[in-house]
């Protein structure tokens, strides 16, 4: 089964797919006292002797295979974005103790977070042209050039805002 695309080729693997009742925790029952059914997923790669991973799923009965497997196989994007959050937006460099102060922290980091992913994902602004001095490299050409700004625009943070609402605490921007 295919379950994306790659950078290369198309992701597959073989998969099984099992409905069982989980053992060895304290699932809550359902109201006639079973224990709900839940998804076990095991990719089986073509060649190996044995499932070589395995996932769990409470996801309903009738969602499609395809779908299931795709939703186990995301767990990388989830990870890759916890770690850019840790690591570039500062999610773990909060020292303080209140919910109110924690919860401010996420939110900023949240809003950073969504910024730059809507930043990778828009179409990318064509490069200013330089006037014919800087392109022949003389000197006044050469000073006169401004360094590109790295703080977005007001139309990016507009579209932003547009996209996600406005927060109550920015009347302007």
Same mark, same amino acid.
């Given at each position: 089964?295919?379950?994306?695309?790659? =950078?290369?080729?198309?992701?597959? =693997? %073989?998969?099984?797919?099992?409905?069982?009742?989980?053992?060895?925790?304290?699932?809550?029952?359902?109201?006639?006292?079973?224990?709900?059914?839940?998804?076990?997923?095991?990719?089986?790669?073509?060649?190996?002797?044995?499932?070589?991973?395995?996932?769990? =799923? #409470?996801?309903?009965? #009738?969602?499609?295979?395809?779908?299931?497997?795709?939703?186990?196989?995301?767990?990388?994007?989830?990870? %890759?974005?916890?770690?850019?959050?840790? /690591?570039?937006?500062?999610?773990? %460099?909060?020292?303080?103790?209140?919910?109110?102060?924690?919860?401010?922290?996420? /939110?900023?980091?949240?809003?950073? %977070?969504?910024?730059?992913?809507?930043?990778?994902?828009?179409?990318?602004?064509?490069?200013?042209?330089?006037?014919? +001095? +800087?392109?022949?490299?003389?000197?006044?050409?050469?000073?006169?050039?401004? @360094?590109?700004? =790295?703080?977005? /625009?007001?139309? +990016?943070?507009?579209?932003?805002?547009?996209?996600?609402?406005? @927060?109550?605490?920015? #009347?302007?921007?």
């Amino acid at each position: 089964m295919v379950w994306r695309k790659g =950078s290369k080729a198309a992701l597959s =693997s %073989h998969f099984v797919l099992l409905r069982v009742r989980l053992a060895g925790r304290r699932p809550k029952p359902a109201d006639d006292g079973t224990i709900p059914l839940a998804w076990l997923i095991a990719q089986w790669p073509e060649g190996e002797d044995e499932p070589v991973k395995y996932w769990v =799923s #409470n996801l309903p009965a #009738n969602i499609p295979a395809k779908g299931l497997v795709r939703l186990a196989k995301s767990r990388w994007r989830i990870e %890759h974005d916890h770690r850019e959050l840790k /690591t570039a937006l500062g999610l773990d %460099h909060l020292e303080g103790r209140s919910f109110t102060g924690w919860h401010r922290h996420v /939110t900023l980091v949240t809003a950073a %977070h969504l910024f730059l992913t809507e930043q990778r994902s828009s179409p990318k602004v064509p490069a200013r042209t330089a006037g014919p +001095a +800087a392109e022949a490299g003389t000197a006044e050409g050469a000073g006169s050039q401004k @360094p590109p700004s =790295s703080l977005p /625009t007001a139309s +990016a943070r507009q579209s932003v805002l547009r996209r996600v609402g406005q @927060p109550q605490c920015c #009347n302007r921007l």
